[in-house]
């Protein structure tokens, strides 16, 4: 059998962080062959940490190298519980072999700008054989080396021969975006994955640090956990297991996701994407019809080549739901459309925190698992602790629940883009739907919210949340000043819990109005002013924060305490859907694909006491 050719592949070189270009030199002195010789275990997938993952040795003596090819015979096991594997083997199904070894020496060749540095290894040694599912040696099917240790490359001499371009960033430097990327516990592997792409972007510490929270909530959404993030590093960058080319289908699907992003995105991609920027939505789905084996791909008509992308059931990390393909996270290249998919939620996912409702900084936030009634719990006579005599009684506080309800709803909407617009686009067709459905999601919020302000709902006690029984409402309307937000604070921090006696801790942190008190507002928290006498002392300034909504009505405008302190909006979601959700099906009443985007929330005032209106003027 043949076990390499030593076709060139990419790799990762954790010593200097950053990809490289390794060709295994095939000449006979070049290939230390005495481990083959001897006996090397047959591995199912380079699974060596037990014997159960042996299945058989090559044969002592037959391997060899001849014309540029790496021979040996190799003899499989009979146990009983190999039989499936060795019928497959048997039958030509299971034939891609891969090998496993460690490098001596290496000669590299630094290339020009943009390319990536050749190592050659000319000192090499094979260690074992593998039969592996996936081939990235075109010759020899497959060819890898197991990383799971977390080590780089192995201690080896490495020799430069040609040097035309050095590092553009110092090494000191990535360490620290490794320091970074690691805060959020992410394994090592996926941690100078994403350091490398901090580095190539030229990321200062703030920048890295937003970055990861980005990273992490997408983590966190996928379910990937802490063994692996592909779908959130693919936001960024695309996480490497162990070592990884395009012909990893993996890989190549995290690839396409991250180019697919980038445009929608309207960013540079990572270093993994940048491989499909130039092409279009049909040459991307042709690529993958190819890599599902299709040998015909090039005589296929445009609609063919899209409905073969397209089929499911998919072989990679997503599935089907009632018909609609979601994604998963660990994406392959057999359906284009959930690619499709996943980009365009990694996009709503960035929507929903930069573009979402103005109001939401003074919004509490809560999570549900069902769409029933939420009302919250609250507490009496717990103002202060009650001093305990010897021998005495330790006194209760009383629990009630909260008589404000509101509870989770489902909204969602449907775009198509037609088999015309698929084939002949160069995905800005799909970049536009992905933009419309993911601000119409967070105009929906957006709007809920505005509307729960500017409806003034009654709550449980009959009263409208703003109401001279609440001392929450201004006497009369006055534009924002320092007298009018004087009055309005006092109001706030005036305000008693239940028991009547405990202030609220209803200290104002928000101002939100319309855009006609925009600059107004912007004037009265400004921290420049230098007044000559006390009189002319702003104390606001610096002390509240203006939250603009122009979806507000003109003349009101309102103080908001802290969500932390005194909430009195809330605004839920459900567990495991904490933004938009996109999902695809294909078109039936047209030719074309279809994505849906739902988004399941709901938002209610659920206390009055952290809030103060003035009717404005």
């Keep these: 059998m043949v076990w390499t050719t030593g076709a060139l592949g990419t790799q990762f070189n954790w010593d200097e962080f950053r990809f490289v270009d390794e060709e295994l030199e095939v000449a006979a002195q070049n290939v230390r062959l005495g481990r083959l010789n001897a006996g090397a275990a047959v591995l199912d997938t380079h699974r060596s940490a037990g014997l159960g993952g042996q299945i058989g ?16 015979t190799l003899k499989l096991s009979d146990r009983e519980d190999l039989a499936p594997l060795i019928d497959d083997i048997a039958a030509g199904i299971v034939r891609n072999l891969s090998v496993g070894y460690v490098v001596h020496e290496y000669e590299v060749t630094e290339r020009g700008h943009g390319e990536r540095p050749l190592y050659r290894a000319v000192d090499w040694e094979p260690t074992e054989i593998s039969f592996v599912p996936v081939p990235m040696d075109a010759g020899a099917q497959v060819r890898s080396r197991n990383a799971s240790s977390g080590t780089s490359l192995n201690e080896c001499v490495v020799r430069t021969v040609s040097k035309e371009k050095p590092m553009s960033w110092p090494i000191a430097k990535i360490r ?11 394994d090592p592997a996926h941690a100078a994955t994403i350091a490398l792409d901090f580095a190539e972007r030229g990321l200062s510490e703030v920048e890295c640090r937003e970055a990861m929270t980005g990273i992490l909530t997408e983590v966190q959404r996928s379910a990937v956990g802490r063994s692996g993030a592909p779908g959130a590093v693919a936001a960024g960058v695309a996480a490497i297991n162990g070592h990884r080319s395009l012909d990893d289908p993996s890989f190549f699907g995290e690839a396409v996701v991250d180019a697919l992003h980038a445009r929608i995105a309207r960013k540079q991609p990572s270093a993994v994407g940048r491989e ?3 092409g279009s939505m049909l040459d991307i789905a042709r690529e993958m019809v190819a890599r599902q084996g299709m040998s015909n791909v090039r005589s296929m008509s445009a609609e063919a080549v899209i409905r073969q992308a397209s089929q499911a059931p998919m072989s990679g990390g997503g ?11 660990g994406m392959a290249t057999s359906n284009f459309p959930s690619l499709l998919t996943e980009a365009g939620n990694r996009y709503l996912a960035e929507v929903a925190v930069t573009a979402g409702s103005p109001i939401k900084p003074a919004v509490a936030r809560r999570y549900v698992n069902d769409f029933r009634q939420i009302s919250a719990l609250q507490l009496s006579g717990y103002g202060t602790l009650d001093k305990v005599l010897e021998n005495g009684e330790v006194k209760r506080g009383q629990m009630s629940e909260r008589k404000e309800t509101y509870k989770v709803e489902s909204f969602s909407k449907i775009l198509s883009l037609t088999l015309q617009a698929i084939i002949n686009d160069d995905l800005g067709a799909f970049s536009d739907v992905a933009r419309i459905l993911a601000t119409t999601a967070m105009e929906t919020e957006a709007a809920a919210l505005a509307e729960l302000i500017n409806s003034n709902p009654a ?6 949340v703003f109401h001279a029984n609440h001392a929450n409402l201004a006497s009369s309307g006055a534009v924002p000043g320092v007298d009018a937000l004087d009055e309005a604070r006092l109001a706030m921090r005036s305000q008693k819990d239940l028991d009547g006696v405990t202030p609220a801790s209803a200290l104002p942190k928000f101002v939100l109005a319309s855009p006609k ?12 002013l230098q007044p000559t006498q006390v009189t002319e002392a702003n104390p606001f300034a610096g002390k509240l924060v203006p939250l603009i909504d122009p979806r507000l009505s003109a003349n009101p405008w309102y103080l908001l305490a802290s969500p932390e302190s005194c909430p009195a909006i809330e605004l839920a979601t459900l567990t495991g859907y904490d933004g938009p959700q996109m999902e695809t099906e294909p078109g039936w009443n047209t030719l074309g694909q279809e994505w849906r985007v739902t988004y399941h ?8 006491r952290g809030m103060f209106k003035n009717p404005g003027a």
């Design 276 to 278: 499909f920027m130039g």
């Design 57 to 72: 040795v090559v044969v002592p003596g037959s391997a060899r190298m001849e014309s540029g090819k790496g021979l040996a």
């Design 319 to 329: 599935d089907w739901v009632n018909g609609y393909a979601r994604s998963g996270p």
């Design 517 to 528: 008190n925009e600059t107004v507002i912007e004037k009265l928290v400004a921290t420049t």
């Design 176 to 186: 620290e975006y490794v320091g970074f990327a690691s805060e959020g516990h992410i």
């Design 601 to 608: 929330f709901g938002a209610g005032i659920i206390e009055h």
């Design 459 to 464: 709550m449980a006690d009959g009263d409208p």
